[in-house]
T-cell receptor
Framework: AAGVIQSPRHLIKEKRETATLKCYPIPRHDTVYWYQQGPGQDPQFLISFYEKMQSDKGSIPDRFSAQQFSDYHSELNMSSLELGDSALYFC????????????FGPGTRLTVL | QKEVEQNSGPLSVPEGAIASLNCTYSDRGSQSFFWYRQYSGKSPELIMFIYSNGDKEDGRFTAQLNKASQYVSLLIRDSQPSDSATYLCAVRRGGGSNYKLTFGKGTLLTVNP
């Protein structure tokens, strides 16, 4: 079965640089979620989109922005990167109206030097 | 107090034994409950979800939910070394567009051959 696709899988950036993470949900899934997981931490919700509209917002810094496109893929844009932004970034997708169970992608490991 | 609390690990059981993982949550509005398994550096993998009070069984896994006590648990029967991972309890308030998952810090399970 098709899974959530994330790219890139690994990303190394310098402080103050920008990064763009991409997420391609499972086919027919219309909701995308972004989570950040720091070392030894549990995943923290950042933001979600349903039918291309922002549906919920968590602890996402103002330096980050995201959107969902017409083909349902989503991009997380991160600017003015800080050392503390180094983490695993997971995208999850679900199909609203069904169990709404979220399936996670493999993640993007971002390292900020 | 964290919204979702899990029994502090690590938990170590011998192969073939029953592993018991516990989780409590503080938001009485929580409607859906999930157990994810996460291997180090990998993404969370859905094990089970439960919405109603009582037990739900799937193979070697049984989830138990008691909304009155705000308690959810996961039992793993006939534990295998491949079950060694961090188990994340997640809750979702549901309703409207508020479908984000709130995770506990996880319990590290080690199954010894």
């Amino acid at each position: 079965a098709a899974g959530v696709i994330q790219s890139p899988r690994h990303l190394i950036k310098e402080k103050r640089e920008t990064a763009t993470l991409k997420c391609y949900p499972i086919p027919r899934h219309d909701t995308v979620y972004w989570y950040q997981q720091g070392p030894g931490q549990d995943p923290q919700f950042l933001i979600s989109f349903y039918e291309k509209m922002q549906s919920d917002k968590g602890s996402i810094p103002d330096r980050f922005s995201a959107q969902q496109f017409s083909d349902y893929h989503s991009e997380l844009n991160m600017s003015s990167l800080e050392l503390g932004d180094s983490a695993l970034y997971f995208c999850a997708s679900s199909q609203a109206g069904r169990t709404d169970t979220q399936y996670f992608g493999p993640g993007t490991r971002l390292t900020v030097l | 107090q964290k919204e979702v609390e899990q029994n502090s690990g690590p938990l170590s059981v011998p192969e073939g034994a029953i592993a018991s993982l516990n989780c409590t949550y503080s938001d009485r509005g929580s409607q859906s409950f999930f157990w994810y398994r996460q291997y180090s550096g990998k993404s969370p993998e859905l094990i089970m979800f439960i919405y109603s009070n009582g037990d739900k069984e799937d193979g070697r896994f049984t989830a138990q939910l008691n909304k009155a006590s705000q308690y959810v648990s996961l039992l793993i029967r006939d534990s295998q070394p491949s079950d060694s991972a961090t188990y994340l309890c997640a809750v979702r308030r549901g309703g409207g567009s508020n479908y984000k998952l709130t995770f506990g810090k996880g319990t590290l399970l080690t199954v010894n051959p």
